[in-house]
């Protein structure tokens, strides 16, 4: 079963406008979540996080908002650029846990048109 | 500084077959992580390393296995390879064995099982 779901796999979006990437979750161990974005050719950059204790991050251009009772993270991108165009990957980890190991969504691929 | 680094690029193998992965973490990172990300998909998780011992494991058959080495780079073997093995092999490293350091991915080995 998939414990991280992004259920948009792509996404059109202008230069300029928001871009709104969504994530689902259904475990409840998981308090740690991320934003990945990921280039052809190249393995996943980290671009934000956020806590459990937290309802929202923001980092200059990204925010990432949480609703731990829906069980669901967004990460809006304001102003998209077409320089943003990749696929974003949402990954969850349970800080209780000896490692650091990453469950992560199917990705959306984001498309900023010119 | 060099960032996580990985051989080879790519890789032909046919079904039956053992393959041998490599990874070299940044500088100072003392924990190497492994996933499998197939066509489509997001990464999976595979192993965690930390200071050479196991940290953590995925929801993988035992032919593949994994090893740290003294100065923490690490090896991904795949024994008796099936045609479901061909993806994407991803290789993270930290600094820490905990959830909130971040990992930095390297490029990937692609792996094409025949």
């Known amino acids: 079963d998939q414990q991280v779901k992004q259920n948009s796999p792509s996404l059109s979006v202008q230069e300029g406008r928001i871009s709104i990437l969504n994530c689902d979750y259904t475990n409840s161990m998981f308090d740690y979540f991320l934003w990945y974005k990921k280039y052809p050719a190249e393995g996943p950059t980290f671009l934000i996080s956020?806590?459990?204790?937290?309802d929202k991050n923001e980092d200059g251009r990204f925010t990432v908002f949480l609703n731990k009772s829906a069980k669901h993270l967004s990460l809006h991108i304001v102003p998209s650029q077409p320089g943003d165009s990749a696929v974003y990957f949402c990954?969850?980890?349970?800080?209780?846990?000896?490692?650091?190991?990453?469950?992560f969504g199917g990705g959306t691929r984001l498309m900023v048109k010119p | 500084d060099a960032g996580v680094t990985q051989s080879p690029t790519h890789l032909i193998k046919t079904r039956g077959q053992h393959v041998t992965l490599r990874c070299s973490p940044i500088s100072g990172h003392k924990s190497v992580s492994w996933y499998q990300q197939v066509l489509g998909q997001g990464p999976q998780f595979i192993f965690q390393y930390y200071e050479k011992e196991e940290r953590g494991r995925g929801n993988f058959p035992d032919r593949f296995s994994a090893r740290q080495f003294p100065n923490y780079s690490s090896e991904l073997n795949v024994n008796a390879l099936l045609l479901g093995d061909s993806a994407l092999y991803l290789c993270a490293s930290t600094r820490g064995a905990g959830a909130y350091n971040e990992q930095f991915f390297g490029p990937g080995t692609r792996l094409t099982v025949l």
């Open positions: 956020i806590s459990s204790i937290k």
């Open positions: 990954a969850a980890s349970a800080s209780r846990n000896a490692g650091n190991m990453l469950t």
